[in-house]
């Protein structure tokens, strides 16, 4: 069963963060104390971030409840007795009720295991998530992020966290997708925590509880 670390656990990692990189150090010092946002994981966890792509949070939750009003029990073999057009009635695109539909089969057929993914490496859990049609890296890592509780995986192409990552080395451009998994390296085994950290700042910038004079 996967545990989120606790609070007294993300402050250490948080301040070995900011030792080991200077460039945290103001990021750690003005970004709000957080905690670990662990959800439900397995099956209907990765449907659930499938659903919540590309939509706002007020839809992405309106969709949620209609999903799991339709299915009653979010599973594999509740969404394969559901067809694509009956998936799509409970509010998801046809592009995302395909997916649905691959990830149970693939939950289904044992080519993927949602519920014991913890005995799994990092690396060995994305690539097998990311083998799944309609799982890609950003989601993958993200999932074993918050489904999971891993520490030490580290979103790359998540635009906010480049953002963020630009302002910590008051550089003039962001760091691409590559650039920002390389750079993310001296964060280790922390690079989860870190990503917390710069997306905790990122939104109290954005919000203006932050005053960052570089922030476009």
């Keep these: 069963m996967p545990v989120a670390p606790t609070p007294e656990q993300l402050a250490a ?3 070995a ?3 080991a990189d200077p460039a945290l150090a103001r990021a750690h010092a003005e ?3 957080f905690e670990w946002r662990l959800r439900p994981g397995g099956f209907e966890g990765l449907f659930r971030m499938i659903v919540e792509q590309q939509v706002s949070v ?3 939750a309106s969709i949620w409840r209609r999903v799991c009003d339709g299915l009653g029990a979010v599973t594999a073999e509740a969404v394969l007795a559901r067809d694509v ?5 409970f509010g ?3 592009q995302k009720a395909r997916y649905g539909h691959e990830i149970a089969h693939a939950q289904a057929e044992g080519r993927v295991d949602l519920e014991r993914m913890q005995a799994l490496s990092d690396d060995q859990a994305v690539a097998t998530l990311t083998a799944l049609k309609g799982v890609g890296r950003w989601t993958a890592e993200t999932y074993l992020m918050f489904c999971e509780g891993r520490t030490d995986v580290f979103p790359g192409g998540d635009v906010a966290l480049q953002e963020a990552m ?3 080395d008051g ?8 650039q920002a998994y390389v750079r993310a390296e001296r964060w280790r085994p922390h690079r989860g925590v870190a990503a917390h950290l710069l997306w905790g700042w990122y939104g109290a910038v954005r919000r203006g509880e932050i005053r960052l004079e570089s922030a476009a």
């Design 13 to 15: 990692m948080r301040a």
């Design 92 to 94: 998801l695109s046809g």
């Design 171 to 178: 550089a003039a451009t962001r760091p691409n997708e590559k």
């Design 85 to 89: 057009e009956t998936l799509r009635a």
């Design 58 to 60: 007020a839809a992405a």
């Design 17 to 19: 963060l900011a030792q």
């Design 31 to 33: 970004a709000p104390v």
């Design 166 to 168: 630009r302002w910590a």
